[in-house]
């Protein structure tokens, strides 16, 4: 999949494809064929970065319910010839998220497209999962012969039945269908159920890597093995070391993160951070001078795993440094660090915007960190990143920061976080969010009776405003 490209944050567009409360706020005084155009823009073309951890499917939902739109387009996506060349599931998986939320309040033709693409398109699993979660038994089982069609009654269709029983996110469908009684389909789920079991059964009983009793070279061979093949491995090789490693160890050790070879090095430099050992660091500086690069970003995570007091010293000699290690004291001076590292935080979160923008992933510890240590300097930097940021994530924990720096915040972006797209951020945006605009008591009390709204946003909510609390 493609990066996504994201319009301008002033766009109506570019609103909606961030997940910004003010997309909403926006698309609801828009002419309303624009703001259906620039809706159903963002769910064709999924405009999140990570689409597996950012939110967008309730955002738009809500929307669509507000502008009472119609699903022709998300239609046309779905059955459209492209479905059966395409099988990423990115392509589909936010309109069939949205279709869902729909169904759940209350879309008949949301309910209808789901089941008719459950049992044709190529993503039914996903759509499957959806309907587990809003349809009724009927529906689901309705739904059982053209998801079982999709199985050839041969060896390989039998395997493969079997992997998507066991794999199924939900599980409420295969329970029906179990109880089907057609051979056809009863007896096929169950089987498919009980060789799911075994197979995971015989992966426990097998499992591959490290046994008792290996000796320290062992586990730097493997940590090697795995790098060879492209696998990372020096996280749980690291771990196999704290279990085998005695003391009389220590100078193979320590001579493993100075000369030895890339998975030796990447292991050895973990364990010897993870365990505070008194030559950690230095070690951990000579890597990142002459290590190879994967050499460099383990010293680089090792470093910011440390806790100790000689950690954050050494972290304040290194924040000017023009490099990954710099930029990763900036990083531990924000998680650790105290009122005297202000400047030092503050400065690293300049230069990052600066050098790679307001999407850069070293954002989110130093975000946290001016939040954390209340830098009130940082207030334009952050506004500026809360703007332009593409990552609802990193927005978030922007809103967050702004609370804790800003005055401003409450009666500003605090207010259109109570339509944001993350469930965090209305959360923050509930707690803080002035109640002197009538949009915000409105907001507040439509968030505490939606069902689908998230248990943490309407505690915040009911913390704020009482059933009786009269509108302004």
Do not use: K
Request: aromatic share 6%; glycine share 8%; proline share 5%.
């Amino acid at each position: 999949m493609f990066d996504p490209v994201i319009a301008p944050s002033g766009t109506l567009l570019g609103l909606l494809q961030r997940g910004r409360g003010d997309g909403t706020l926006h698309a609801l005084t828009a002419p309303r064929a624009e703001a259906l155009a620039a809706l159903n823009h963002c769910v064709l073309s999924d405009p999140r970065h990570d689409w597996q951890v950012e939110n967008r499917s309730l955002y738009y939902a809500r929307l669509y319910l507000d502008l009472s739109g119609e699903l022709d387009e998300i239609e046309r996506h779905l059955f459209d010839a492209e479905d059966i060349l395409d099988e990423c599931e990115s392509r589909t998986g936010l309109a069939l998220a949205v279709l869902g939320h729909l169904a759940s309040y209350g879309r008949r033709d949301a309910l209808e497209l789901l089941r008719r693409y459950a049992a044709v398109g190529t993503s039914w699993a996903w759509a499957l999962d959806e309907l587990a979660l809003r349809d009724d038994d009927a529906g689901l089982r309705a739904l059982a012969a053209p998801v079982l069609a999709r199985f050839p009654a041969d060896a390989d269709g039998e395997a493969a039945l079997a992997a998507a029983v066991r794999d199924a996110f939900e599980p409420r469908p295969w329970r029906l269908w179990a109880h089907d009684p057609r051979q056809s389909i009863g007896t096929r789920v169950r089987a498919a159920q009980e060789t799911g079991s075994f197979d995971q059964w015989q992966r426990q009983m097998r499992p591959s890597g490290p046994r008792p009793g290996w000796s320290v070279q062992a586990v730097f061979d493997w940590a090697q093995q795995g790098i060879e093949r492209g696998a990372a491995l020096h996280v749980p090789a690291a771990r196999c070391l704290t279990a085998v490693a005695g003391p009389e160890d220590r100078p193979e050790i320590v001579e493993a993160a100075r000369t030895g070879g890339d998975g030796a090095r990447c292991t050895a430099l973990r364990y010897l951070a993870d365990g505070n050992d008194p030559d950690a660091l230095d070690l951990i500086e000579s890597a990142v001078a002459t290590g190879s690069t994967v050499v460099v970003e383990a010293a680089v995570d090792a470093f910011e795993r440390m806790r100790s007091v000689a950690a954050v010293n050494r972290a304040r000699g290194w924040a000017h440094r023009p490099d990954a290690l710099g930029a990763a004291a900036g990083r531990i001076l924000a998680c650790r660090g105290g009122a005297q590292d202000t400047e030092l935080v503050l400065g690293a979160l300049r230069e990052a915007v600066r050098g790679e923008g307001p999407d850069a992933p070293t954002l989110w510890t130093l975000v946290d960190g001016a939040g954390r240590l209340g830098i009130a300097c940082a207030a334009p930097v952050l506004r500026h990143i809360y703007r332009e940021t593409a990552s609802s994530h990193l927005r978030g924990r922007a809103a967050r920061a702004l609370a804790a720096t800003d005055p401003s915040f409450p009666a500003g972006f605090a207010v259109e976080c109570l339509w944001d797209c993350e469930e965090t951020t209305r959360e923050v945006a509930a707690r803080h969010a002035e109640t002197g605009d009538a949009r915000v008591v409105d907001q507040l009390r439509r968030l505490a009776a939606d069902p689908a709204e998230e248990a943490d946003v309407q505690t915040a909510v009911r913390s704020r405003i009482g059933p009786d609390m009269p509108a302004v």
